[in-house]
Every structure is written in structure tokens, then in C-alpha cells.
């Protein structure tokens, strides 16, 4: 089974992070890119986010905009979300 490793990246590493992973998925409408970025901008603030919290929750927002830019109507299977 899965185990999840408990690993110290700085805040600015996972704000990078996710700004990184909206322009790897640009366009793509993927739905658990898409579930994955928007559970981020309201996840509870973790110790180390404490100070860069709004940072975090507006490059989750881009990712999120970035994963379905240009898709509108398109992206039907997103429709429920």
C-alpha cells in the first residue's frame, strides 16, 4: 500500500509548485488536476504557511485557471464540480 512520506519543502518551493503544475496541465481540463487545485485554495494554513498563506491560495488559483483556460463549455466533465 501507499505509505506518504512526511517531507520539510519550504513554502515557496509549494507555492512554485502549483503555478508549475497548472502550466503542465495548461489547457488540459484534466479533473484531478482540476480537484487537486481547487481543494488547495481553501486547504487550512500548515505550519510553515502560516506567513505566505495568501500567496498560496493565489498560485493555486492560477493553477487552476491555467489547468482550464480556454475550455469554457468544453470541459464538460467538469460540469459537477
Known amino acids: 500500500s501507499f505509505t506518504e512520506l512526511e517531507l ?3 513554502a515557496i518551493v509549494q ?5 508549475g503544475v497548472g502550466l503542465l496541465y495548461q ?8 480537484e ?3 481543494s488547495q485554495i481553501g486547504r487550512g494554513p ?3 504557511l502560516l506567513q505566505h498563506r495568501e500567496a498560496y491560495s493565489l498560485s ?3 493553477a487552476l485557471g ?14 459537477d464540480l
Open 8 to 10: 520539510e519543502v519550504p
Open 15 to 19: 507555492i512554485a509548485a502549483l503555478v
Open 27 to 34: 489547457g488540459s481540463a484534466h479533473r484531478l488536476m482540476v
Open 36 to 38: 487537486v487545485t481547487l
Open 46 to 48: 500548515a505550519n510553515e
Open 60 to 62: 493555486a488559483g492560477f
Open 66 to 79: 491555467l489547468v482550464a483556460l480556454a475550455r469554457g463549455t468544453d470541459a464538460a466533465g467538469l460540469a
